[in-house]
Structures are given as structure tokens and as C-alpha cells.
């Protein structure tokens, strides 16, 4: 059975289109992440990690996140990642190798297909539209979780209306990373139904949000 995203893309198709473009952004992503580097270190804090604690960064792209995840969980916790962009993966383990770090676990997969050896206590979606918006990814991903995990998100969203000549080229740029570039008028509409406690705060004068939750048991 093919699985279809709501755009009526494939989970495989988005995948393909998706990997693409990381393939041809990956030598430069890095250092186009300056602006959001403020919404990554609100958002981690989000999750209120604690030394011992297991961490998901879904879709963990280079790895920008991993220290500070690593940070929080000390060395007596466990930090765990995926990305399917082997390009954009590759740089991730050279970040981890050059460090030393013994508990950050990285692996080359799609979400639907993540499998973890323990749930975790709280899951990272840093701008993972993709992922967000496939219901076998978002079903999968929160499997991982123990009842009552933190969830913390950052993405990307149109502008409100009255600035809605803006959202073109909110499209545009959404157009430029992610398989399915759409449905940016709730992103977060396929995950916040299953979470507890769900809290969002728009950013970027309201082209981003922040929001957060607890899955729910």
C-alpha cells in the first residue's frame, strides 16, 4: 500500500524530492542558520531536559542541535538523531567524531522507519515540515516517546492574513527545503491532536511559531 501525504504526494516521493534538495544544500546549510539560531535555542529549552534523560532530534539535518542537547542530558544521558539526507548526515557525524561524543546515536533513515532501542523523554521537530505533515512519520516518531514526553517544534507557517500578499514568498522559501512545500496554513495540525498541553507562540512576526506539548498517553 502506497502511503500519501495530504498534498497526495507520496511518503516515498516527498522523500526523493526532498533529499535532492538537501543534496545540493548541504556544503552551505550551516551558514544559512544564523537568524533561527535564537528559535533552536528557545525551542530546546522548551523540552526542560534533564541530566539522564533521553532526546529525539527528529530530521537533526547537520547536527546544529546535537551540543546543546548533549549539554542538557550530560554524559549520563543518551542523545539520539536521524536524518534521511546522507548529505546532510554526513556532516552530522563528522560534528559527533571530531567531539568524541559516546552518547549521541545517529541514523540514516526516513522517520517512518526509525526504530529506537529505549523510548525517549522528549523529541526536537526543528523545522521538519516534511515530517510534520505525514501521518505515518508523525505516528511512528511519537511511538519512540514515553507517555508524557516533552515535544518541543519550530517551523515555518504562512503569514496572518492581513499580510497574506506575503505568503508567496513564504512558499517560495519553504519551496527551497522541503518535498511538500504546502500546507503551511497549520503545519502542526497533524501532531497537536495527540499531544497534552499544547502551546504555540507565533514568531518571525508570524511567518514562524513556537509550540510545545506532551504526548499524550
Known sequence: MTVRSPAGLSDDAIRAASIEKYRHRAAGYDSTCGPTWPIRERTIALLDLQPGQAVLDVGCGTGLSLARLRERVGDEGCVYAF?????MLRQARDRVATAGWRNVHLYETPAQGLTLPAP??????HYTHDVLRSPSAVERLLACARPGAAV???????FPFWLAPLNIWVYYKNH????????????WDRIAPRLDG???T???YGMGYIASGRVRA
Request: proline share 11%; no cysteine; hydrophobic share 35%.
Open 120 to 125: 525517549v523523554d522528549a523529541l526536537l521537530f
Open 83 to 87: 536524518d534521511q539526507s546522507p548529505d
Open 202 to 204: 507565533p514568531t518571525q
Open 176 to 187: 527551497g527545503y522541503n518535498g511538500a512545500p504546502g500546507e503551511l496554513r497549520s503545519p
Open 198 to 200: 499544547w502551546h504555540l
Open 152 to 158: 518541543a517544534i519550530a517551523g515555518i507557517k504562512y
